[in-house]
Every structure is written in structure tokens, then in C-alpha cells.
């Protein structure tokens, strides 16, 4: 089976610019998360789409905007970009079902978008 | 609010066995997840306890205590390639929110 997908794996941007990150979730999936990962704040949860829909969502501030596509792909787009905004953005996709299983409710992560800002 | 704690940083030797702790304080917790993050990798999915007790998967142990809100993460015959960052992290709200810790950096020194 293949493995959570994102690109592009390296982007670099100026402030006042928006940016579109994409993530292909493991086939049969269909939930997808988003996060992003700096070395001062660690790893902190954006948000979740589960079937098309925003079940989930964390404190960050409204630039930051996703959605879901049918195929339960997703896109992440953060828009007026800040130089704080520079980190290593990480998706990943599980079954969504919270069965208490590892099987059901494990998130496995795709390689990241290593945005840069200027 | 939501908060973990694990710490920062801990060495240890070749061959030798390390306890990693984690302590959580969450609403709507599912589960405890333990992932390993190599430098410039993604996190790579290790354990993950629901009920109180001990899961082992080889070299690897991990612990669940809900009604103190505690794990740990063992790790047995220490080899090289194990110093990484290993990140504790609670699973929220019926699935798909992860909270984590700020991890836990392993040297594993000779």
C-alpha cells in the first residue's frame, strides 16, 4: 500500500504571499490532518477533514484554510503568509473511524512541506 | 486546557534499556500514541494504548495509566540508530486531533 504523500516537499515564499500544500492520504483513508512543526512549538494540530468536512480544528488564525476533495485528498492554503509561518508542514491520514484499534485510529504521517518564508 | 509533558532530552548507552515518560492532561481522550521523528523525517508510528496496561512490540514497550494520566516508553537493547525523538502524543475528540509533546531527544551514546 502506499504510503501519505504531499507536495510540493520544498517551498519558499515572500511575506504577503499565499501558498497551496496538497496530501494524498494512504488509499481507503478518510480522514486527513494537518500540522505544523517548528522547533519553538513542536508539532501543533491546524485541522481535520473527515468525508469532505472540517471535524476538527485548532488555534490558529483564519489565513490558515483547508478542504477535502471527494478522493479524500486534501489541500492546505495559508494565505498572507507572515515569516512566522516558516516551519515543516506535516499531514497525515487514518481510517477516521476511532475504532480503539490501532488499525482504525493510528495517523500515519507523509514527508512534509518545508516552507520557507522571506 | 490541553497539555503534555514529557522530557527534553535523555542519554543513554549502547545495549542498555531507557524509560521515557509522558504525562497528559487532556479532555476527550481515545488514546496514547508513541512515535519516533528521525532529524528531517516524518514521525513514524511506534505504539498506541487505549486501555491501562502494557503493550510490547519487541524492543519496544509502552505503558498507559488513564486514571493518573501517565505512559511511558520502553525501550530495550539500545542500538544507534534509536537516538531520535520520540513523541508522546493523545489522540482527542472521537478521532483525528493529535496533541503532542515537545519530545523527547534520545542519544544513544556508545
Known amino acids: 500500500k502506499a504510503g501519505v504523500t504531499q507536495t510540493p516537499r520544498y517551498l519558499i515564499k515572500t511575506r504577503g504571499q499565499q501558498v497551496t500544500l496538497s496530501c494524498s492520504p494512504i488509499?481507503?483513508?478518510?480522514?486527513v490532518s494537518w500540522y505544523q512543526q517548528t522547533p519553538g512549538q513542536g508539532l501543533q494540530f491546524l485541522f481535520e477533514?473527515?468525508?469532505?468536512?472540517?471535524?476538527n480544528k485548532g488555534n490558529f488564525p483564519g489565513r490558515f484554510s483547508g478542504r477535502q476533495f471527494s478522493n479524500s485528498r486534501s489541500e492546505m492554503n495559508v494565505s498572507t503568509l507572515e515569516l512566522g509561518d516558516s516551519a515543516l508542514y506535516l499531514c497525515?491520514?487514518?481510517?477516521?473511524?476511532?475504532?480503539?484499534?490501532?488499525?482504525?485510529?493510528?495517523?500515519?504521517f507523509g514527508p512534509g512541506t518545508r516552507l520557507t518564508v522571506l | 486546557g490541553q497539555n503534555i509533558d514529557q522530557p527534553t532530552e535523555m542519554t543513554a548507552t549502547e545495549g542498555a534499556i531507557v524509560q521515557i515518560n509522558c504525562t497528559y492532561q487532556?479532555?476527550?481522550?481515545?488514546?496514547l500514541f508513541w512515535y519516533q521523528q528521525h532529524a528531517g523525517e516524518a514521525p513514524t508510528f511506534l505504539s498506541y494504548?487505549?486501555?491501562?496496561g502494557l503493550e510490547e512490540k519487541g524492543r519496544f514497550s509502552s505503558f498507559l495509566s488513564r486514571s493518573k494520566g501517565y505512559s511511558y516508553l520502553l525501550l530495550k537493547e539500545l542500538q544507534m540508530k534509536d537516538s531520535a525523538s520520540y513523541l508522546c502524543?493523545?489522540?482527542?475528540?472521537?478521532?483525528?486531533?493529535?496533541?503532542f509533546g515537545q519530545g523527547t531527544e534520545l542519544s544513544v551514546k556508545p
Open positions: 502524543a493523545a489522540l482527542l475528540n472521537q478521532g483525528g486531533k493529535l496533541i
Open positions: 494504548n487505549v486501555l491501562d
Open positions: 497525515a491520514s487514518s481510517t477516521g473511524l476511532a475504532g480503539g484499534s490501532s488499525s482504525t485510529d493510528t495517523q500515519y
Open positions: 477533514y473527515f468525508s469532505e468536512t472540517q471535524r
Open positions: 487532556t479532555s476527550g481522550f481515545n488514546g
Open positions: 488509499s481507503g483513508h478518510r480522514s
